[in-house]
C-alpha cells in the first residue's frame, strides 16, 4: 500500500515537468514588410466590402466552403484592379480566415489560389484606417477607373476601336463620293 502511495507521489510530481504542447490551429510567420508583401503578392488593393457570403452557415460542422468576399476597389497597386471584385478566404478563422465585414474598407494583399484570389490571417491584410504604415511605404494607388499608363488593351477593347475607325473611314468616304456626285 505504502508503494502505491509512493507512485501516486511520484506521478503527480511528474506532471509538473511534463509540457504539453497547446494547440494552435493556424500558425503565421512574421509578416514582412509592406514592400516585400507587395512582391510577394498576385494583387493588393484598398477597398469597401460590399458583400460577405458562407455557405452552409448553420452546418454543426461547417461546409469547409471558403467566405466569398465582394469589394468595391478603391485603389489597387499591384494586379487587376476591376471594380467589383470577388475573392475567398477561408471561413473559419482556426484555418487562417480572415473575417471581413460589410461596410469597412481593407487594405486586401492577395494571391491566386486555383484560379482565384484568396487572402487570409498570415498576409497583411488590414483594415485600411489600421493599415498607415503600408499605404506610406506603397505609395499612391490607381483608381479602378482609369487606365494604367502603357498597359496594353484588352482585345475587345482593341476590336471595339479598330471597328469604330472602319466606320469613321466609311462615313468619310461616303461623304467625299457624294460631293464629288453633287458637283
Request: proline share 7%.
Amino acid at each position: 500500500m505504502r508503494w502505491l502511495r509512493l507512485l501516486a507521489g511520484l506521478l503527480v510530481f511528474a506532471t509538473f515537468f511534463v509540457s504539453v504542447p497547446h494547440a494552435q490551429a493556424c500558425s503565421c510567420m512574421q509578416l514582412p514588410p509592406p514592400l516585400e508583401a507587395l512582391a510577394q503578392s498576385d494583387a493588393v488593393f484598398a477597398g469597401l466590402v460590399t458583400d460577405v457570403r458562407v455557405e452552409n452557415q448553420g452546418s454543426l460542422f461547417g461546409s469547409g466552403e471558403p467566405a466569398r468576399i465582394t469589394f468595391e476597389v478603391q485603389y489597387s497597386w499591384k494586379g487587376s484592379s476591376i471594380s467589383p471584385l470577388v475573392m475567398n478566404t477561408p471561413h473559419d478563422g482556426a484555418a487562417c480566415g480572415f473575417r471581413f465585414e460589410e461596410g469597412r474598407t481593407y487594405l486586401v494583399y492577395a494571391r491566386q489560389d486555383q484560379g482565384q484570389l484568396t487572402t487570409s490571417l498570415c498576409t497583411r491584410t488590414n483594415l485600411l484606417s489600421n493599415a498607415a504604415p503600408d499605404v506610406a511605404a506603397l505609395g499612391p494607388g490607381q483608381s479602378p477607373l482609369l487606365p494604367v499608363v502603357g498597359a496594353a488593351l484588352p482585345l475587345d477593347a482593341i476590336t471595339t476601336l479598330g471597328a469604330a475607325a472602319l466606320a469613321a473611314l466609311l462615313v468619310g468616304a461616303g461623304l467625299v463620293v457624294m460631293r464629288r456626285v453633287k458637283s
